[in-house]
């Protein structure tokens, strides 16, 4: 059972530090104290909260959400692969996926990086959803005669 800090568990639940803290001298969350008198939370008790706020529909409200478990997406093109590469630079990063003999590239904020953790060698999910499809021929592909397109007779005039 891993026990995490109390900074590492706001993040995880998408909460602020001050509150969490705030609910554990309430009695409102369980945790364990270390020997020198600091609070570490089980990964078990932050799915217990985590699954808690779920079920309860939480009111819009700004600033940052509490992060959650995705359980259905509505795009259908899933490419699963691992990562290859990450890259950080300024606001953007990029992310090189190797899906069987083929690698996609995508180019995501700096942000969802950081928020993601992705690091060399982790598995990792494409979904794809696009309006826009590219076809493309590669040169020295030739097309037997029977396939190549027809061309309809021009109407008379």
């Known amino acids: 059972?891993?026990?995490?800090?109390?900074?590492?568990?706001?993040?995880?639940?998408?909460?602020?530090?001050?509150?969490?803290?705030?609910?554990?001298?309430?009695?409102?969350?369980?945790?364990?104290?270390?020997?020198?008198?600091?609070?570490?939370?089980?990964?078990?008790?932050?799915?217990?909260?985590?699954?808690?706020?779920?079920?309860?529909?939480?009111?819009?409200?700004?600033?940052?959400?509490?992060?959650?478990l995705i359980v259905a997406l509505s795009g259908r093109n899933r490419l699963r692969g691992f990562v290859e590469e990450v890259r950080t630079d300024g606001l953007m990063g990029q992310v090189r996926l190797r899906i069987g003999d083929q690698i996609l590239t995508a180019v995501i904020t700096s942000d969802a990086l950081s928020e993601l953790k992705l690091r060399r060698g982790d598995d990792a999910l494409a979904i794809i959803k696009s309006t826009e499809v590219m076809i493309a021929r590669e040169v020295g592909q030739e097309q037997p005669e029977a396939s190549r397109r027809r061309r309809r007779p021009r109407a008379k005039r």
């Open 1 to 68: 059972m891993a026990l995490l800090t109390v900074r590492a568990a706001a993040d995880r639940m998408g909460i602020g530090y001050s509150t969490l803290k705030q609910w554990i001298y309430q009695g409102k969350i369980r945790t364990t104290t270390t020997a020198g008198g600091h609070h570490r939370m089980s990964e078990a008790e932050i799915e217990r909260l985590l699954a808690r706020e779920t079920s309860a529909a939480p009111a819009p409200s700004r600033g940052k959400q509490p992060a959650g």
